[in-house]
């Protein structure tokens, strides 16, 4: 019976595990075919990079699936049981780190080789968007198509987001973002400065 509730559980986490992940791969895919190589800025270059921006926030979001993580610990309190989740949960956060800053990464120097702007400017408005996202997503479950398809509960969300926790949550997860995004940089330049 439990073994049957185990198995049950992996496979559910591995479906909504794998779907957020097509979510996050997404803005990535986009990344590739919009800030690679000298494109030009036309109107069709700016419809996908309004589509990048939207869907942006679902690699971020993956980030904050790990709060999943301890009902599974709860629910199994095995230590075999316990390392499969965590390990499941492990891989689901280092793919949507990757995800992340990979698609933010192309976006950042192609932005900055075309209107020459602060890497701090652009990161506090896109971290601070991308976290607004994530809110939207986390506590109203919207999705990304939800701006076409409701956007009405959309604006509605918006407007309320500056209340309570989801504000302060919004203002963490950017603050968090930046921590992130400086800590890759650190490691990219000390891989780089490593004489093998």
């Known amino acids: 019976m439990i073994l049957n509730k185990f198995l049950l559980d992996i496979e559910g986490n ?3 595990m794998g779907w957020n992940i097509i979510l996050g791969a997404i803005p990535l895919w986009l990344s ?7 494109q030009k800025i036309t109107p069709v270059w700016m419809a996908g990079c ?3 921006i939207v869907f942006l926030p679902n690699a971020a979001y993956i980030l ?11 629910r199994f309190p095995f230590m075999t049981a316990q390392t499969i989740f965590a390990v499941q949960f492990i891989l689901l956060e280092v793919v949507g ?3 992340f800053v990979e698609s933010y990464r192309r976006f950042e120097k192609f932005i900055i080789q075309k209107i020459h702007t ?7 408005v896109t971290f601070f968007v991308i976290s607004v996202g994530v809110s939207v997503g986390r ?8 701006i076409i398809l409701v956007p009405n509960a959309v604006l509605h969300t918006l407007a309320t987001i500056v209340y309570g926790p989801i504000i302060l949550f919004t203002i ?4 968090f973002l930046f921590i992130l995004y400086a800590l890759h940089e650190c490691v990219i330049v000390a891989l780089k400065s490593r004489t093998f």
């Open 14 to 16: 591995t479906f909504w």
């Open 118 to 124: 602060s890497h701090i400017v652009l990161r506090c």
């Open 97 to 99: 780190y990757w995800l």
């Open 139 to 146: 506590f109203s479950r919207l999705n990304s198509w939800d």
């Open 64 to 74: 904050t699936d790990i709060i999943h993580l301890n009902k599974f610990l709860e």
């Open 50 to 52: 309004v589509l990048f």
């Open 32 to 38: 590739v075919r919009l800030f690679e190589g000298k």
């Open 172 to 175: 963490f997860f950017t603050g």
